[in-house]
């Protein structure tokens, strides 16, 4: 059984920073890859920024790359992603994901790739 908790949510002014962190516990060695999704109220679920768990190469939103950046701890079993520059359109809940399966870059953004998922955590910029 694995378990995504997230963390580091809040209110935040625009141009501000965020972290947030997911802890996973659990059956972690067949990690392959981590990614963060968010949902805005009244909008499907989209993709943010994932990491391969091995090797650590990255893969972007277009709408948060330069701002947003994606971390993992292979040690700590933790994936980060430090938000920067934030924008009224960056509120939503965040969700982190996991998956064992080889992906490619593309594959790394469709949220069908990925079957467990952390409950959410909240981020709300006011501009």
């Known amino acids: 059984q694995v378990q995504l908790v997230e963390s580091g949510g809040g209110l935040v002014q625009a141009g501000g920073s965020l972290r947030l962190s997911c802890v996973i516990s659990?059956?972690?060695?067949?990690?392959?890859?981590m990614g963060w999704f968010r949902q805005a109220p009244g909008k499907e679920r989209e993709f943010v920024a994932a990491?391969?768990?091995?090797?650590?190469?990255?893969v972007y939103d277009d709408a948060v790359k330069g701002r947003f950046f994606i971390s993992s701890d292979n040690v700590k079993n933790t994936v980060s992603l430090q938000m920067n520059g934030l924008k009224p359109e960056d509120t939503g809940v965040y969700y982190c994901?996991?998956?064992?399966?080889?992906?490619?870059?593309?594959?790394?953004?469709?949220?069908?790739?990925?079957?467990?998922w952390g409950q959410g955590t909240q981020v709300t910029v006011s501009s």
């Open positions: 659990g059956r972690t060695f067949s990690t392959y890859s």
């Open positions: 994901a996991r998956s064992s399966e080889y992906m490619t870059d593309q594959a790394m953004r469709q949220q069908r790739m990925y079957p467990y």
């Open positions: 990491i391969r768990w091995s090797g650590g190469s990255t």
